[in-house]
T-cell receptor
Framework: DAGVIQSPRHEVTEMGQEVTLRCKPI?????LFWYRQTMMRGLELLIY????????DSGMPEDRFSAKMPNASFSTLKIQPSEPRDSAVYFC????????????????FGEGSRLTVL | SQQGEEDPQALSIQEGENATMNCSYK?????LQWYRQNSGRGLVHLIL?????REKHSGRLRVTLDTSKKSSSLLITASRAADTASYFC??????????FGTGTRLQVFP
């Protein structure tokens, strides 16, 4: 398997523009997580899905952020409009779930999307 | 915030030395995991220890867990320059999500 695939790897945009980050989880994994990493706040969990359904979006910072998972092999994280403080590395991770006990196994991370908002 | 704290924030050692990183967390957990992140890359899972385990080994890695103190430590023995990375602990807090600590940046000099 190719692992978790994220695109784009780097994005530079101007304040006010819409940004869409994409993620393809590992096939067969039931859970998908979006994290944001900054120097100031470390790794923050934004939202996660189970079987394509959003379970917990309490980490989404504002209404400007939205995430979807239209099918088991694709998820998007959208920021509209973007602001300079959104600059960060955004990670997608997947986990098999499926009969395993709560978080009893490893998360598989993508390489991240580095977003810079000017 | 439930985020765990790691100590030290940064650690510099020579090749061959041992590196010890500590993680403290706030409430009860099922499992605690350690991850590694090379610069500019995603996180990679290293080891998982369950709440009923006290110690676990994997190659040059040794992890301990003290649930009474709500703390864990990661020991890397005989470190190599290739071990240079950031190391994070992550806890589940009895939920189906992982909350990551603040991380320790390890620099191993040849």
């Amino acid at each position: 398997d190719a692992g978790v695939i994220q695109s784009p790897r780097h994005e530079v945009t101007e304040m006010g523009q819409e940004v869409t980050l994409r993620c393809k989880p590992i096939s067969g994994h039931d859970y998908l997580f979006w994290y944001r990493q900054t120097m100031m706040r470390g790794l923050e969990l934004l939202i996660y899905f189970n079987n394509n359904v959003p379970i917990d979006d309490s980490g989404m910072p504002e209404d400007r952020f939205s995430a979807k998972m239209p099918n088991a092999s694709f998820s998007t994280l959208k920021i509209q409009p973007s602001e300079p403080r959104d600059s960060a590395v955004y990670f997608c991770a997947s986990w098999p779930g499926q009969g395993l006990t709560l978080m009893s196994g490893e998360l598989f991370f993508g390489e991240g999307s580095r977003l810079t908002v000017l | 915030s439930q985020q765990g704290e790691e100590d030290p924030q940064a650690l510099s050692i020579q090749e061959g030395e041992n590196a010890t990183m500590n993680c403290s967390y706030k409430t009860s957990i099922n499992n605690l995991q350690w991850y590694r992140q090379n610069s500019g890359r995603g996180l990679v899972h290293l080891i998982l220890i369950r709440s009923n385990e006290r110690e676990k080994h994997s190659g040059r890695l040794r992890v301990t867990l003290d649930t009474s103190k709500k703390s864990s430590s990661l020991l890397i023995t005989a470190s190599r320059a290739a071990d240079t990375a950031s190391y994070f602990c992550a806890t589940d807090y009895n939920t189906d999500k992982l909350i990551f600590g603040t991380g320790t940046r390890l620099q191993v000099f040849p």
